[in-house]
């Protein structure tokens, strides 16, 4: 019981120590030495995240009739389009 209350703390105690101050960027409240607390300013990477469409052959496998009795086996390509996602990362 005591590990649990003490992981418990230390997962609390960082995240009352940031605090939101803009678009992607955190002010984080570091001890000093003598006892007293130093902010300083993190800048988080902004991440777009996109579609693009691309065209791609994939195979298609069918029959066709041969003679009256055996169909014949025949395969052959067809376009298809699939949606890919893009990411792109700006440092800050």
């Given at each position: 019981m005591r590990k649990m209350l003490f992981g418990v703390?230390?997962?609390?105690v960082p995240l009352a120590a940031c605090k939101k101050t803009g678009e992607n960027?955190?002010?984080?409240?570091?001890?000093e030495v003598n006892?007293?607390?130093?902010?300083?300013?993190?800048?988080?990477p902004d991440v777009d995240v996109g579609a693009k469409t691309d065209t791609i052959n994939?195979?298609?496998?069918?029959?066709?009739?041969d003679t009256i009795v055996i169909d014949k086996p025949v395969a052959g390509t067809k376009k298809t389009e699939v949606k890919v996602r893009t990411v792109k990362v700006t440092k800050p």
């Open positions: 703390a230390l997962l609390v960027e955190y002010q984080v409240k570091t001890p006892i007293s607390t130093d902010s300083h300013t993190v800048k988080t994939t195979p298609v496998v069918g029959t066709k009739k």
